[in-house]
């Protein structure tokens, strides 16, 4: 069994952000299993001879004494409209294998691409990305994200990006956002208009 994983994008043939996938294994694998990793997340892993205009995402999954790798083509299938949904007790502190809770959240979208889920009042996440949102001046994240993604995390520490709490009722104040992950970078070019987010 294999109760952690890692998504990771392979551009141009090589691994994108792979320190911030390595610092966040380590981090996880301590709180998951109480000691430190005995290995680094990518020391089995060997890419295959693929076609570098080609963007892939590297599926790594681990356990206390290893792991289990795949890869295969990625193809962007960002949402552009999402549901606003309320849950309490939703955690995902950890990447877990066992998304049952995000899937649950994610099949109640109706007519919407996905849902931006809402704990205690505050936004998180969508079910597979971190969220941006631009008032025309400052790009922002919410400060309380159901899981620090990678690409959110380098983004905070290129200071592109700046974290504040953001409740729900105050979506409304921002002109657009835009969805990023491992697979998804950050990209000028890529907000879509805040009326796209609609409150169930």
Known sequence: MYPLFESVCVENGEIQNGLYHESRFKLSFYAFFGFEAKYSLFDKVILPQI??????????????????WTISEYLNTLPTSLLLLKDNEIDYRLKYADRKHLNHLYHQKINFEDVLIIKNGFV??????????????????????????????????????????????SIHLFESFQLINALNDFDENRWIPIQNIVIA
Do not use: M, Q, W
């Open 124 to 169: 998180t996440d969508a079910t597979y990305s971190n969220i941006l949102f631009s008032d025309g001046y400052k790009t922002v994240t919410p400060s309380t994200p159901l899981l620090h993604g990678t690409c959110r995390t380098r983004l905070l520490a290129e200071e592109k990006i700046i974290e504040v709490p953001i409740k729900a009722a």
């Open 51 to 68: 076609d570098k205009s080609l963007k892939c995402k590297l599926r790594i999954e681990y356990n206390e004494i290893g792991t289990k």
